[in-house]
């Protein structure tokens, strides 16, 4: 399955990072600005009227800040010194500094305003808004403590708001955020959590089921129900990647969910998904018809162990066969049946059938796909909630594919995962959309 922004963007920075350069950068800052101070920068920024700025921690990352507005950009931060954090010409790429942020403080060293820097623009000074309230928050799932953070829109009577589901891998409060952090300033409140064994979350999100996961999406829910900043009628799900599944999952079994936005998320078991994206990724890079077959092949072995139908054995002496192919580094062959990723695809489970539970759903659906998409194939996919959604005869419902986007719906030129450091900013069209959507159903006012 496909990962989501902090796993995806962790292993592109890594390669990024190697210039020591840009290590020197980072340790010499790091002396004058620590993890537990960032904090103190999040929050919207006013650059005028209709433009504004989004800082938070960087998913995955507390040394770095995100950068994103409401023209869709998104950058990574890293610190230049105590109140100046910088970033390069793409998403993860840091020199040659392209865009820097430089916050100023009061007397009393409360951050009031920030200072823009950007090649092409002029310099602008945005003030910082009380456009809402920032509350760490904790609920139960069971025995499963949860942790998060909850933000609501300062203004007076109640507002609706979204539980935020992450996807494949160790998502933590920080990961979906910039992907709808601009919705908060239009009366939207989020509630995003630690996934199960990161941060301050209990569990261990590496043997976790699809349905452990949709139980603390709807724990989640419940939260916010207990909530009287929150209107209990508008509580919807917004899922990314492997939260596509999760989403839908809670929403067909509770009456309490009123409406559900999937972001990349599949409408195929997980074994569909991982012989699809194996498929397309090495066509996309040249390998023959034989070739893929063979990879194919493999791969269904290794599934037939995870239903029990096999053994590691047998499995490990067909991919012996294999290991000197160009193609069986692209396979993701786990390194043994007890390691982490095996436990994790035998979980989900690798059968996990979307179809009949989107077609069980009674509210507002809104699934996107990015049509440059390398994981969650964006044709095959949209056509299968289509097709459920119209079989449970769903009243209203919204498929859109983005052509230009990617996975996470940035816009990208290939959609592969290398050009990530590259990008820049989210699909156009992607922001408004949502709003628009939103605001058709009564559930965000004009």
């Given amino acids: 399955m496909g990962r989501v922004v902090s796993i995806v963007l962790s292993a592109a920075l890594i390669a990024v990072l190697m210039a020591a350069a840009i290590l020197a950068v980072q340790a010499r800052a790091q002396e004058q600005v620590h993890s537990t101070d960032l904090e103190k920068f999040s929050g919207v920024y006013e650059l005028s009227p209709k433009q504004f700025v989004y800082i938070q921690p ?28 910088s970033a390069g010409p793409g998403l993860l790429l840091f020199t040659p500094t392209e865009l820097q ?30 456009a809402y309230k920032r509350e760490m928050v904790s609920f139960r799932n069971g025995e499963i403590s949860l942790e998060g953070i909850l933000f609501a829109p300062s203004g007076k009577g109640v507002h609706p708001a979204m539980v935020l589901i992450h996807g494949t891998g160790a998502g933590d409060r920080n990961t979906v955020l910039p992907i709808v952090h601009f919705l908060v300033r239009h009366g939207m409140a989020l509630l995003s959590y630690d996934k199960r064994g990161v941060g301050g979350s209990t569990g261990d999100w590496h043997t976790v089921s699809l349905e452990e996961l949709a139980g603390d999406a709807l724990a989640a829910v419940k939260f916010l129900q207990s909530r009287k900043e929150i209107d209990s009628k508008k509580i919807g799900v917004f899922g990314v990647s492997q939260g596509g599944w999760v989403a839908p999952l809670a929403a067909s079994q509770s009456n309490d969910i009123a409406f559900v936005i999937s972001v990349s998320g599949p409408a195929m078991s997980p074994a569909e998904v991982e012989l699809g994206r194996l498929a397309h990724n090495l066509h996309a890079r040249g390998f023959s018809e034989n070739a893929v077959q063979e990879a194919l092949a493999l791969r269904k072995l290794l599934d037939q162990v995870a239903r029990g139908k096999l053994s590691w054995e047998e499995f490990q002496a067909a991919a012996e066969k294999s290991r000197k192919t160009k193609w069986f580094p692209h396979a993701h062959v786990p390194p043994s049946a007890d390691s982490w990723l095996f436990e994790h695809w035998r979980r989900l489970p690798l059968d996990y059938a979307p179809g009949p539970v989107i077609a069980k759903l009674h509210v507002p659906v809104l699934a996107l796909f990015g049509g440059l998409d390398h994981t969650v194939l964006p044709d095959q996919n949209a ?4 097709v459920a959604l119209e079989e449970g005869e769903v009243a209203d419902y919204t498929i859109k594919i983005f052509p230009s986007g990617n996975h996470m719906l940035l816009e990208a030129r290939t959609g592969t995962q290398e050009e990530y450091p590259t990008l820049k900013r989210f699909v156009p069209g992607y922001e408004p959309m949502l709003l628009d959507w939103l605001r058709e159903r009564t559930i965000l006012a004009r």
Wanted: proline share 5%; charged share 30%.
């Fill in 58 to 85: 960087w998913p995955g990352d507390e040394t770095k800040l995100a950068y994103s507005d409401e023209a869709g950009q998104l950058r990574a931060l890293i610190p230049v010194a105590e109140s100046i954090f």
């Fill in 101 to 130: 942020i430089t916050f100023i403080q009061n007397s009393e060293g409360k951050v009031t305003r920030l200072i823009r820097e950007q090649n092409g623009f002029p310099d602008r000074s945005a003030r910082r808004l009380a």
């Fill in 383 to 386: 056509e299968k909630w289509r």
